[in-house]
């Protein structure tokens, strides 16, 4: 097997399920036809039974999966976990993002949040809405949260929700830093103001002398 093989294969394996154009984002964005090349290898992968599909699909992408699959080609949860793919993938195209987990347990936590990352220096929790909270379940969700950081286990970690909201709640009202939008491009003038904050930054350098840092 190919070494790209393998890495679409730890991709399903990851996000559990992936559209083409998300596989080609993120093993084909180098090459000079993306969408054509991801085709053509997805195609092989499916003819040699490693990856299957779900092709019942009229005017829209395939959704692939490993072969076995650890979920059924028409479960309820496919598009929330194709938008925690598509998190990643935007979050990655403005910074680069590590330690992407996907419904982690967290040690003494009330809950279980939809992705723990590190990105642009700080960690996150991320907790992605693919339809609308009531008022009950988005206060009642932040109140998990608020629960772990009075019991003394919070690291500084971030809370990002992203997705269609019903709810704006005051972000004051939170002892932890707390961050709702409609998607993740949103945040791309946080971004911006990010990296120009790190722009001539003056550090010490090996011979001691001073030097400049983009």
């Not at 084909?28 to 969408?35: E, V």
């Not at 003394?152 to 972000?171: A, H, P, S, T």
Request: aromatic residues 12%.
């Amino acid at each position: 097997m190919k070494k790209r093989d393998l890495e679409i294969i730890q991709s399903l394996e990851k996000f559990k399920c992936l559209e083409r154009d998300q596989i080609a984002a993120l093993h084909f964005s180098k090459n000079a036809n993306p969408i054509v090349t991801a085709n053509r290898v997805l195609k092989r992968l499916r003819d040699t039974g490693y990856i299957k599909a779900n092709t019942n699909r009229s005017f829209q992408q395939y959704i692939y999966f490993l072969n076995p699959s650890p979920m059924k080609k028409d479960s309820q949860k496919i598009d929330h976990y194709l938008m925690i793919a598509e998190g990643y993938i935007e979050l990655n195209s403005m910074s680069k993002v590590s330690n992407y987990e996907i419904e982690p347990k967290i040690d003494n936590a009330n809950f279980i949040p939809d992705v723990k990352c590190k990105w642009m220096g700080k960690e996150y929790f991320i907790e992605y809405q693919n339809s609308l909270y009531t008022t009950k379940q988005m206060y009642s969700k932040l109140d998990k949260y608020v629960e772990y950081f009075n019991q003394g286990y919070w690291k500084d970690e971030r809370v990002l929700i992203v997705g269609k909201i019903n709810l704006k709640f005051d972000v004051n009202d939170y002892p932890f830093k707390v961050k709702q939008v409609k998607g993740v491009q949103e945040l791309n003038g946080v971004v911006q103001k990010f990296k120009e904050s790190k722009v001539n930054i003056p550090v010490k350098s090996v011979s001691g002398g001073i030097k400049y840092t983009l």
